[in-house]
Nanobody
Framework: QVQLVESGGGLVQAGGSLRLSCAAS????????MGWFRQAPEKEREFVAS????????YYADSVKGRFTISRDNAKNTVYLQMNSLKPEDTAVYHC??????????????????WGRGTQVTVSS
């Protein structure tokens, strides 16, 4: 069974930084893309960032462009999300996910096959 385990969340003041990690483990599986999504209380889940595993191409939500950076370590099957200049509106549970096939945009959560349980990020004003 594939497992995705996120870490790195926490409480930070506005303007601060956090780095999230997501490690994939378990049986061998294919990875087309990995992504980060977030869900705030009483809000829909939203796309944050994704990375195409083979090419390294990255995609970002407009709300985080210029502040967040997604990266990967192929050898460790790990994806990272560096979050700078955090704002209170970034407060949410952040989930990483794996898209195993290229049948759909990596910016849309419906195409993802595996999900982590999430890590809480809280930004105080």
């Amino acid at each position: 069974q594939v497992q995705l385990v996120e870490s790195g969340g926490g409480l930070v003041q506005a303007g601060g930084s956090l780095r999230l990690s997501c490690a994939a483990s378990g049986r061998t599986f294919s990875v087309y893309a990995m992504g980060w999504f977030r869900q705030a209380p009483e809000k829909e889940r939203e796309f944050v960032a994704s990375i195409i595993w083979s090419s390294g191409s990255t995609y970002y939500a407009d709300s985080v462009k210029g502040r967040f950076t997604i990266s990967r370590d192929n050898a460790k099957n790990t994806v990272y999300l560096q979050m700078n200049s955090l704002k209170p509106e970034d407060t949410a549970v952040y989930h990483c996910a794996v898209q195993e096939t290229p049948w759909g945009e990596s910016t849309n959560g419906r195409w993802y096959d595996r999900w982590g349980r999430g890590t809480q990020v809280t930004v105080s004003s």
